[in-house]
């Protein structure tokens, strides 16, 4: 049982919790209606997650038996068949896109546009250069945009901007983990990492984080935003932004730890902390403020 839990990756369904941002910022979040669909929302999504992560996975079977990690995973390992990950494959991504259309037809299309998106990433989109973390960053556009059909709010420019940005920041900083791996290893991860190296996956990330920095300030002092939540505080919250992409920035360039965005994110209590005071601000500015 212990092999097809870790095939389907429970501990990656934490970034389906994206689909909750915008009812979050719509002030709409703890509506009973928004929490049940939006949950809903969730499971439809992790479905379709673990899907792609079973269809990567059988993809990849050969690459990942020469790979010093997942060489370990139950595909790669032979602790669980082909057959029955095929079988289970099936069975979560009808399940998952099913459930979509049933709570909602526009959710419907656009988990259905995020498999298909995935399909073609396990398919060979992944090994091309800069095209690999464009995709992943889309996965999170995707999920938010998702979540606004759910919760039927429109969703800020801002908002989709800086999804955006900090997904792609922190696919550029897996990347570096596989270079680094590499370099150790003498293993090619990645098809996409040859077109990659630490000085060009350095300078992104230092530029990709400068403009997420810009684009929350300017987010914060927006007057339509301003006007919108009514705060006009709301660059003081700049704080933990800043804070915790700092921190991220040293645990990559200084200690070389970036191996799982959603690792750090279970383990690094300096951003645990930062997170969980960005979102309590916003719940007062949001909810109780107002």
Known sequence: MIHYVKLIRPQQWIKNLFIFI??????VLFNS???????????????????????????DIEVDRAHPAKKYRPLASSRISKQ????????????GLGLGFWLNK??????????????????????VAILDMLIVALGFVLRTIAGGFIAEVAISQWLLIMIFLLSFF????????????????????????????????????????T??????????????????????????TSIFVLSGIMRYLQMALVENKTSSPVRILYTDRFIQSVLVLWVLSFIFI?????
């Not at 988990?111 to 989109?125: D, P």
């Open 286 to 290: 949001i909810y109780w403020h107002a």
């Open 106 to 127: 526009e959710f419907g299309y656009v988990i259905t546009g995020y498999f298909l998106l995935n399909i073609g990433y396990c398919f060979g989109l992944k090994k």
């Open 170 to 209: 922190l696919a550029i900083a897996k990347r570096r983990d596989d270079i680094l791996l590499q370099e150790t290893s003498g293993v090619s991860v990645r098809k996409s990492t040859e077109k990659y190296n630490l000085d060009f996956i350095n300078a992104a990330m230092t530029m990709i984080s």
């Open 22 to 27: 915008p009812p979050f910022f719509a002030g």
């Open 84 to 95: 029955a990950a095929v079988a289970l494959l099936a069975l979560f991504s009808l399940t």
């Open 33 to 59: 209606k928004t929490l049940i669909e939006g949950t809903i929302g969730l499971i439809s999504f992790s479905l379709v997650a673990s899907a792609v992560y079973i269809l990567n996975d059988l993809k």
């Open 211 to 236: 403009i997420m920095i810009m684009a929350y300030i300017m987010y914060t002092i927006s007057e339509e935003v301003i006007e919108r939540i009514g705060f006009e505080h709301l660059y003081l």
